[in-house]
């Protein structure tokens, strides 16, 4: 079956760097997504890692290493509108649907 | 577009009512995603269809839930009779294309149900 792991929550101050790791197990692979959630608001798509190597999109970027089963999710000059969760998702074995992580809880504090 | 849109967006109701969920995915979209978000068991999903056919069920819960996708743009979720412990946030998703692009899904703002 597939599996992700990933920290519950995580605090940084406005203007730092934060990484959120995740770590996977999956039988086949199909790639390694990062969605964001506000407070009262629905899971909005970020990035997405097919290959090895970072990826960068503004001040987010993902990174993923095969080998490892591992992945992360880089936020730069963090704001505080970006306190929120950040969940890691993978795809099953057949390829279909989305499995996600639990969620990281992100505090930006000022 | 749009988006994904889903109605109602709260719903209150009583133990043993029938609820009915609304959602109408982007328009060329191919797979809808039901989801069901709540602190205790985090974003599951319930079912998907693709191309109006349901793929993967296993997410359901028990009889009392049902889905349908009669068409392309629309699907229901039905739960009935519902009980206290189906409050949470349901979500709609849909996303389109092959095998890459299934990776991005686009979700509705939810239905907020609350079983009492």
């Known amino acids: 079956g597939q599996s992700l792991e990933q920290p519950s929550e995580v605090t940084a101050v406005e203007g730092a760097i934060v990484q959120i790791n995740c770590t996977y197990q999956?039988?086949?692979?199909?790639?390694l997504s990062w969605y964001q959630q506000h407070d009262g608001g629905a899971p909005t798509f970020l990035s997405y890692?097919?290959?090895?190597g970072l990826e960068e999109t503004g001040r987010f970027s993902s990174f993923l290493s095969r080998s490892d089963s591992y992945g992360y999710l880089l936020l730069q000059e963090l704001q505080m509108k970006d306190s929120a969760s950040y969940f890691c998702?993978?795809?099953?074995?057949?390829?279909?649907?989305?499995?996600f992580g639990q969620g990281t809880e992100l505090s930006v504090k000022p | 577009d749009a988006g994904v849109i889903q109605s109602p967006r709260h719903e209150v109701t009583e133990m043993g009512q029938e609820v009915t969920l609304r959602c109408k995915p982007i328009?060329?979209?191919?797979?809808l995603f039901w989801y069901r978000q709540t602190m205790m068991r985090g974003l599951e999903l319930l079912i998907y269809?693709?191309?109006?056919?349901?793929?993967?069920d296993s997410g359901m819960p028990e009889d009392r839930f049902s889905a349908k996708m009669p068409n392309a743009s629309f699907s229901t979720l039905k739960i009935q009779p519902s009980e206290p412990r189906d409050s949470a946030v349901y979500f709609c998703?849909?996303?389109?294309?092959?095998?890459?692009?299934?990776?991005?899904?686009?979700f509705g703002a939810g239905t907020r149900l609350s079983v009492l």
């Open positions: 999956t039988s086949g692979f199909y790639g």
């Open positions: 998702a993978v795809r099953d074995a057949a390829g279909g649907k989305l499995i």
């Open positions: 890692n097919a290959l090895d």
């Open positions: 328009s060329g979209h191919n797979s």
């Open positions: 269809f693709n191309n109006n056919v349901p793929i993967d």
């Open positions: 998703a849909s996303s389109f294309g092959g095998r890459m692009a299934k990776n991005i899904q686009y």
